[in-house]
């Protein structure tokens, strides 16, 4: 196997290739560029930045223009002071990654999207679907779960969604290092499947970005913004939000806060679709099944190329 150069380096390194557009309303976007070719974006999730995409990268990038932006409130992108309802739901970020895309001069790319960073790249496809060749989505939440994330069953794993909705939260949280190391332990704890797939020097350095001015408080605004939004979504009818965009699902197994028989309404969403589970994955795809997510999106690249 070849050495992957990138493997220790700190998400800080130059060497990663940053970048930097602005978004809508002149938010600044900062963003991860590698290789050449046909452009594939990638939009992360949360607890996360455009990191999570640190091993796919690199395996990508000999055969295709490979981009990763922090949305913004998460990594280097900005954190603008807005109602989270104005400033921070999907279809404002969205905004953003077009933004990015006429700053490069990219009319249309495949997007890998994973947990909330696939909320994105749905709104796009439907918004925008002529910007969207393909989707690469992982555990993503999607309106044909309806109803069913309010039952217990999943409420008792989706807590902190609640927690950061409350206006306080992210002074708990982010009050120093430590309670920042603390709280997001849990999830890479709770969340990961194959936990040898984070290194605890990959943690720290998760730690050291949310550990910064204005972090903790920018992932909190999604949920808020997405609290205020949900409860119009329940009753989502297949024929208002069907994105035919050809679209490639891959699903861990052992994730448990959004767990894989949530995707059995797929196909009345979106009705080009493919899924393949992934065992002994749990919710950190990205990076606990690189090689997977790899395959799929040349495979979404190839067929819509």
């Known amino acids: 196997m070849t050495p992957d150069p990138f493997l220790d380096l700190h998400p800080d390194d130059p060497a990663w290739g940053h970048g930097e557009a602005v978004g809508t309303g002149g938010v600044r976007i900062h963003f991860v ?7 594939a974006i990638l939009l992360h999730g949360w607890p996360g930045f455009w990191y999570d995409w640190r091993r796919v990268l690199p395996a990508l990038a000999p055969e295709a223009d490979v981009i990763a932006p922090d949305l913004r409130g998460f990594g280097g992108s900005d954190a603008p002071e807005l109602p989270p309802e104005e400033g921070y739901n999907p279809v404002v970020m969205a905004g953003d990654v077009i933004a990015l895309m006429d700053q490069l001069g990219i009319e249309s790319a495949v997007f890998a ?4 960073g696939a909320t994105v790249a749905q709104a796009l496809a439907r918004g925008v679907p002529d910007r969207v ?8 939440p999607y309106l044909g779960i309806g109803k069913r994330r309010f039952e217990y069953r999943f409420q008792r794993e989706a807590w902190y969604q609640h927690l950061h909705a409350k206006p306080w939260s992210h002074e708990l949280v982010g009050y120093n290092r430590d309670t920042v190391r603390i709280y997001l332990s849990h999830f890479y704890d709770h969340w990961l499947g194959r936990k040898e797939a984070l290194r605890p020097a ?4 998760i730690v050291d970005v949310y550990s910064r001015p204005g972090r903790v408080e920018g992932g909190f605004n999604y949920y808020r913004a997405r609290m205020i939004q949900r409860a119009g979504e329940s009753e989502a009818d297949p024929r208002d939000f069907t994105i035919e965009t050809p679209t ?3 699903w861990g197994e052992l994730d448990p806060i959004i767990p894989p028989e949530l995707s059995d309404r797929l196909k009345e969403f979106f009705p080009n679709s493919s899924l393949e589970l992934l065992p002994g994955v749990g919710h950190f795809v990205p ?3 690189p090689d997977e997510v ?3 999106v040349r495979e979404a690249l190839a067929s819509s190329g």
């Open 33 to 39: 560029r590698q290789g050449r070719g046909e452009p």
């Open 113 to 116: 999207a994973h947990d909330i």
């Open 133 to 140: 060749r393909a989707l690469v989505l992982l555990n993503p």
């Open 202 to 205: 990959e943690l720290e350095a």
């Open 248 to 250: 490639i699902v891959r």
């Open 287 to 289: 990076f606990e099944a």
């Open 294 to 296: 790899v395959a799929a």
